[in-house]
């Protein structure tokens, strides 16, 4: 149990569209998804906590507005990188937990690479 | 914040043991998760201490001391597939993971 999972695992983009990547729980339900942002050789930095029904709430230093998360359902939470640019480039990670659970899940990562 | 302090590298050879250490400073205790993350991919979950002591999960043994802020990760019986970066993490406010830096473990032949 506790399979998580992210769409698309790898997209390469034009500076200046927007990408939308999809992390989903498939087995319970996530009322709590986090977003994490990761660099070459660099560990997980949080961006942004995601309640079911209510507004993401960001890290210091994420701009809300490019960065814009959704969490319309217990099963689905979206991160749309808005205006994308080559410095945005890089894994994103999202992971859930379930109203019972300590431990958070992780989904593969999605690689966007920005042109 | 926190401050979650772990090595960076740590070399071992295929059949041996390693410890990879892990200290924490919070301003509450929720409990310790350590991950595993191969390159390229997610980190996947390893083990989660709340209470001191050892837990044993086959190879892979985990111990916590609440009174000393530390943590270890014990892989016995090396393999090569377990050459990936090992990741220490706290639970902070809301649940929220702050995670060290990272052990990248590399396992020779």
């Known amino acids: 149990g506790a399979v998580v999972s992210q769409h698309p695992s790898r997209v390469i983009c034009k500076s200046g569209t927007s990408v939308k990547i999809e992390c989903r729980s498939l087995d319970f339900q996530a009322t709590t998804m986090f977003w994490y942002r990761q660099f070459p050789k660099q560990s997980l930095m949080l961006m942004a906590t995601?309640?079911?029904?209510?507004?993401?709430?960001?890290e210091q230093g994420v701009e809300k507005d490019k960065f814009l998360i959704n969490h319309a359902s217990l099963t689905l939470s979206t991160l749309t990188v808005t205006s994308a640019h080559p410095e945005d480039s890089s894994f994103y990670i999202c992971s859930a937990k379930g109203p019972l659970q300590e431990t958070q899940y992780f989904g593969p990562g999605t690689r966007l690479l920005v042109l | 914040g926190q401050n979650i302090d772990q090595p960076t590298e740590m070399t071992a050879t295929e059949g041996a043991i390693v410890q990879i250490n892990c200290t924490y400073q919070?301003?509450?205790?929720?409990?310790l998760f350590w991950y595993q993350q191969h390159a390229g991919e997610a980190p996947t979950f390893l083990s989660y201490n709340v209470l001191d002591g050892l837990e044993e999960k086959g190879r892979f043994s985990s111990f916590l001391s609440r009174s000393k802020g530390y943590s270890y990760l014990l892989l016995k019986e090396l393999q090569m597939k377990d050459s990936a970066s090992y990741l220490c993490a706290v639970p902070i406010n809301d649940y929220k993971l702050s995670f060290g830096a990272g052990t990248t473990v590399t396992v020779r032949a």
């Open positions: 919070t301003s509450g205790f929720n409990g």
């Open positions: 995601s309640n079911e029904g209510s507004k993401a709430t960001y």
